[in-house]
């Protein structure tokens, strides 16, 4: 049994992550890369440092006790080497203004249970429960697995939240004791996605048909962003999903945001969509109109 897990949040009265009020589990770890991620934190697996230059009072102390010259003070200004970082992470200790911080904390399956349990009785009179997130969850699926069984000894409604790129035999195991998958529907088109994740669609799309067919209860997610993948030939595989798969619970359309891009910065990573803009209410509802009235996607809403 695997006992820990690394975890980098843990969010209490999620509202839009299934049905209900929910507590989100975010795990470390994503074999995908897609160029809009607002959790780039989620791409590797090990803890990592994360520096926020707006926080930064520029004291100095973090560079006293920085053991490879990683944290260093250039004409009094600080700076981040991250290439020289060994993750002692000994300035986060000593860095008052929260300029540096951990991405990725080990947790055991009891500890993060205890912080779900606590507000069962919310789950209770909402319908709501527990999601796993990520970053991808199947990533360290061993610990998503142990989560989910106490979960339901707990009698606690479990969703996961995937990209759907994993071995069909995790999503087998895990299955059993899912409720609601919410399933990452990036590009419906495979050289697209590959070109926008980083990785092709197709194993994703028979991951999807194989929890179909088992009788797994699904919500397709798509992330819609404008001018990248808001195009009519995705629009028009959404729809075909929707009549591939009759039975889905539902079909939900992502607006793009970019509440990500200060992580990106605190990751040293350049941000792929700078200047890109939220698309204005006309454009999502260009989108549902074409949907629902042009395609008969009739199951489709917009969160």
């Known amino acids: 049994m695997i006992k820990k897990g690394n975890i980098f949040d843990i969010q209490r009265f999620s509202l839009y992550d299934g049905p209900g009020i929910r507590t989100t589990v975010f795990l470390k770890g994503c074999p995908l890369r897609c160029i809009w991620c607002h959790n780039p934190e989620s791409w590797h697996l090990k803890s990592q440092l994360m520096f926020n230059k707006e926080k930064c009072t520029n004291c100095g102390e973090c560079s006293l006790v920085c ?32 300029a540096l911080k951990i991405s990725g904390l080990e947790k055991d399956v009891q500890a993060v249970m205890k912080e779900v349990a606590a507000d069962i009785t919310y ?5 709501g429960g527990l999601t796993i997130s990520g970053g991808e969850p199947t990533v360290q699926w061993e610990f998503t697995l142990e989560l989910l069984k106490v979960a339901k000894q707990m009698n606690i409604h479990t969703a996961i939240e995937t990209c759907g790129f994993g071995q069909q035999e995790v999503f087998n195991k895990i299955r059993n004791y899912t409720d609601l998958f919410l399933f990452d529907i990036k590009d419906t088109g495979s050289a697209r996605h590959e070109k926008l994740t980083g990785v092709s669609n197709i194993k994703i799309l028979k991951n999807l048909d194989f929890l179909y067919n088992q009788g797994s209860e699904i919500i397709l997610r798509c992330p819609m962003i404008p001018g990248i993948n808001d195009t009519t030939e995705h629009l028009r595989g959404i729809s075909a999903l929707s009549r591939k798969y009759p039975n889905l619970k539902g079909i939900e ?8 891009r200060g992580k990106w910065k605190e990751m040293q990573v350049k941000y792929t969509l700078e200047g890109l803009k939220m698309p204005d209410d006309k454009t999502k509802k260009g ?17």
């Open 67 to 98: 053991p490879t010259g990683a944290q260093i003070m250039k004409n009094n200004i600080h700076e981040f080497l991250q290439q020289k970082c060994n993750k002692s992470f000994k300035c986060v200790d000593v860095c008052s203004y929260g």
């Open 123 to 127: 789950y209770d009179n909402s319908g």
């Open 253 to 260: 359309i992502l607006p793009y945001h970019d509440m990500g």
């Open 287 to 303: 989108w549902m109109d074409t949907l629902i009235r042009k395609m008969g996607c009739h199951n489709a809403v917009l969160l």
